[in-house]
């Protein structure tokens, strides 16, 4: 790809890692900048580092491999780097609660898109810190975890009774859980929580988990690159709110939650429980 998008985001996943290694204990990384992103939560010390770092491998793609683009962030909302057609969306440390507890999932999350929806994304990267999973997938190229290309025939496992073996959930209220409890229940013999929605639909991906499901409305931030990666390895993904199941917008607002399946089927039955 030109320009070489992979590249830039090494550079940046590396760098953040190498602030957050800088920076390991929970007293540390709890401290707050005092400002809410325009995605409207709390800005993290460690947030604002790391859009940092990747926005200055955002500007030198754009200063020296002539690269126009909008990046769209959650901390910096939109901006322009001359070419609105082109977008790059930006999560500096999805999970952020995750990596300022000490917790092990939290990534670096980067999507790039050449038009205004989920359907656009045309590269995808997520970099997990704590397990140092490195993910990324090409629009019609295919999807690859560590350098290797996921397969793309992999199905769901499934118990006797025809429950998916595991489901990944993401859901910060436990209020919303309880709502959809007994739907869960139905349709998984085994529910996960990592806490980083870029980093659970990956896992979809390499047929890790069978399913995943949001259960309430998510950012593009999170979930841009990761929902391409899991298309790129033969998975299915759908945003709930749109006729269209990828017709979500690339901006920072919380439009709709998100399901992934390693099959049509397996995510037919996520369609019926309550989000």
């Known amino acids: 790809m030109r320009p070489d998008w992979l590249a830039a985001c090494r550079r940046a996943a590396a760098a953040v890692a190498e602030m957050l290694?800088?920076?390991?204990?929970?007293?540390?990384?709890?401290?707050?900048?005092?400002n809410r992103g325009e995605g409207g939560d709390a800005t993290l010390v460690i947030d604002a580092r790391a859009e940092a770092l990747v926005f200055e491998q955002l500007e030198r793609l754009h200063?020296?491999?002539?690269?126009?683009?909008?990046?769209?962030?959650?901390?910096?909302g939109f901006v322009d780097y001359g070419d609105d057609g082109t977008r790059v969306v930006i999560d500096p440390i999805d999970g952020s609660l995750n990596a300022k507890r000490g917790l092990p999932h939290h990534a670096l999350s980067i999507a790039v898109a050449d038009g205004p929806t989920m359907a656009d994304v045309m590269f995808g990267f997520v970099q997990d810190f704590g397990a140092r999973d490195e993910w990324y997938a090409l629009r019609g190229g295919g999807a690859f975890l560590d350098g290797r290309r996921l397969a793309t025939d992999v199905p769901e496992r499934r118990m006797r009774d025809g429950k998916l073996e595991v489901l990944g959930i993401e859901s910060a209220d436990p209020r919303w859980v309880r709502a959809a409890a007994d739907d869960l229940a139905g349709a998984a013999h085994r529910v996960r929580a990592l806490g980083a929605l870029a980093i659970t639909v990956c896992q979809v991906a390499a047929a890790r988990m069978d399913a995943m499901?949001?259960?309430?409305?998510?950012?593009?931030?999170?979930?841009?690159?990761a929902q391409l990666i899991v298309r790129e390895?033969?998975?299915?993904?759908?945003?709930?709110?749109?006729?269209?199941?990828?017709?979500?917008?690339?901006?920072?607002?919380?439009?709709?939650?998100?399901?992934?399946?390693?099959?049509?089927?397996?995510?037919?039955?996520?369609?019926?429980?309550?989000m």
């Open 21 to 34: 290694d800088g920076a390991p204990t929970t007293a540390e990384r709890v401290e707050e900048t005092g």
């Open 63 to 76: 200063r020296e491999e002539g690269a126009s683009f909008v990046a769209v962030s959650e901390e910096r």
């Open 213 to 225: 499901a949001s259960i309430r409305n998510c950012r593009a931030v999170d979930v841009a690159a």
């Open 233 to 274: 390895a033969g998975g299915v993904v759908a945003f709930t709110a749109f006729d269209h199941p990828l017709a979500a917008p690339l901006d920072i607002e919380p439009h709709s939650p998100i399901i992934a399946a390693r099959t049509a089927a397996g995510l037919a039955e996520l369609r019926r429980i309550p």
